[in-house]
């Protein structure tokens, strides 16, 4: 147990604690301390903000003034692999690549995959559903999660789910705790679903004259039988903020970039029907209408043979746009469905446009799911990294929001709610919806001690 404010744990990746909170931080090594922690915190009316490996971008995990920050990092057992069940038992402090990186010598792997794998928890992933690059094709966490092993906020240890592949017994917990962001239980551990590593991967890179035309490209592959793996889509002023922060020199004018990986047998195939539908793509009449006429547009296509270019890209799209030093930066998560992009593009530029701001968006194109940036550089007599965001950025990310639900999207795709999206959330959700969370709320944790003020 530790007592001493902590910077590390001061916040998540996006949004630090209020000046002045004063939180107890407590590091257990196992499920019965987690047990212990609970028991404590129901006795004395304590909150409890669960914390992963703090990686977050919502505020989920930053610690609220007075509470217990219920660190699952010590949990980190890789309790079993079972191959012929598919299936792996892991602590909820597991860092996320390192499950599939375990899995590796078994010839499996663990499919979601966020950016931040090399972060991020796998109860963190669970409490907030996380994406990632792969779910075009495997889904996103609540789709690798057969099972959970939870504390519940008197302490009770409680196994939802099954192990089997097929279950249908009773409500279905384990779903509901998924994304619950910390608010109904804390996860400590999880039998997840493994596959077998595929046996061929191929990536091939697009080139389009415009994010229209890579948009259109989307829509070319949804029409065909080739179903991705991974399929990033990169517009001209992401490609520079790359440029900026890497000096790799991807930004060619206004042209956007499709990063597509291919896995699984039938690899040439594939391939071929990829790039049969990516050649017919990109004019107007492809833009999410029943395909008319358009014509081959002047897409430039590339198999990237060679592995260790094809790694750089695609470690490009995961961290090359950096943090955005020398720029208020706001970064943010809204999903729509995947036939809207290039409306979605479309209104970024206007919004950037009309609120005088730069705009760049990276989608995992696949899922309809955007992480528009939106920036305004720091006036060279204010570099503070920890000043305010301008108001203007804010009031561009409402505008965002607001044309992401107009699109028929979600106001988060993947980050979560936490504190950083509350506001919001009635725009999305009904009054009874929201009437029937808080019921659920009060009869997992009637004190309401878990992350309160988060995510519901
Ligand atoms: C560079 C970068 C890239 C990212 N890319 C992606 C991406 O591609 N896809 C994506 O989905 N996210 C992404 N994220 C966001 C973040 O990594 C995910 O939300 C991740 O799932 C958080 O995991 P964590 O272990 O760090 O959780 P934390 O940040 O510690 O917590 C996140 C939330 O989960 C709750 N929580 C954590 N652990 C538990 C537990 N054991 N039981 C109950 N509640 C718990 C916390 O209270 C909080 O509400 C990215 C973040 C960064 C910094």
């Known amino acids: 147990m530790h007592t001493d404010p902590d910077p ?25 301390g987690v047990q212990a922690t609970l028991r404590l915190a129901h006795e004395t009316g304590t909150p409890v903000v669960p914390r992963g490996a703090g990686s977050g971008l919502s505020g989920g995990a930053t610690p609220i003034d007075g509470s ?3 660190s699952l990092e010590r949990l980190t057992r890789i309790r079993e692999i079972d191959v012929l069940d598919e299936v792996a038992v892991v602590e909820a402090g597991v860092i996320t690549a390192d499950l599939s990186e375990a899995l590796a010598p ?50 009770t240890l409680l196994r939802t789910g099954h192990r089997s592949i097929k279950g249908v017994t009773g409500l279905d917990l384990t779903q509901l705790l998924i994304g619950s962001e910390g608010t109904l239980a804390i996860v400590v551990a999880a039998t997840v679903r493994i596959r077998p590593l595929p046996v061929a991967r ?33 517009d001209a002023r ?43 793509a990109g004019g107007p009449a492809d ?67 009309e609120h005088g701001i730069r705009t760049s968006a990276v989608a995992h194109a696949g899922d309809g799911n955007l992480h528009p940036s939106l920036s305004l550089p720091r006036p060279e007599d204010n570099p503070d990294p920890s000043a305010p965001l301008p108001p203007v950025l804010h009031e561009a990310a ?11 999207g979600t106001i988060s795709g993947e980050h979560g709610i936490g504190t950083a999206k509350h506001s919001w959330l009635d725009l999305e959700l009904s009054d009874a919806s929201r009437a029937l969370q808080r019921r659920l709320k009060d009869a997992f ?9 988060k995510a519901l």
Do not use: M
């Open 445 to 453: 944790d009637p004190q309401h001690l878990l992350n309160p003020g």
């Open 287 to 353: 833009d999410g209408g029943d395909g008319g006429d358009a014509g081959p547009s002047d897409v430039e296509i590339r198999v990237l043979e060679d592995e260790a270019e094809a790694e750089h890209w695609w470690e490009l799209r995961r961290s090359g746009r950096g943090s955005g030093a020398g720029h208020f930066r706001l970064g943010e998560d809204v999903a729509i469905p995947k036939s809207r992009l290039a409306d979605a593009f479309a209104v970024i530029e206007r919004i950037g446009r």
């Open 106 to 155: 078994h010839g499996f792997f663990y499919a979601p995959d966020p950016a931040s794998a090399r972060l991020s928890s796998i109860g963190g992933n669970i409490a907030t559903n996380a994406g990632g690059l792969h779910c075009a094709k495997y889904g996103v966490t609540r789709e690798s999660v057969f099972g959970l092993e939870v504390v519940l906020a008197d302490g």
């Open 68 to 70: 217990i920050v219920l």
């Open 202 to 234: 191929r990536t091939v890179l697009a080139r389009f004259p415009t994010v229209a035309g890579a948009a259109a490209g989307v829509n070319a592959i949804s029409r065909s039988p080739v179903r991705p793996a991974a399929c990033e889509l990169l």
């Open 398 to 408: 409402d505008d965002l929001v607001r044309e992401a639900l107009a699109l028929g």
């Open 238 to 280: 992401s490609l520079e903020d790359i440029d900026e922060n890497t000096g790799a020199g991807v930004a060619e004018g206004e042209s956007a970039v499709l990063l597509v990986e291919l896995d699984g047998y039938g690899i040439a195939e594939q391939t071929r029907d990829l790039i049969a539908a990516l050649g017919g």
């Open 8 to 32: 590390v744990y001061a916040g998540d990746h996006a949004v630090p604690s209020a000046p002045g909170t004063s939180f107890l931080l407590v590091l257990p090594r196992d499920v019965e």
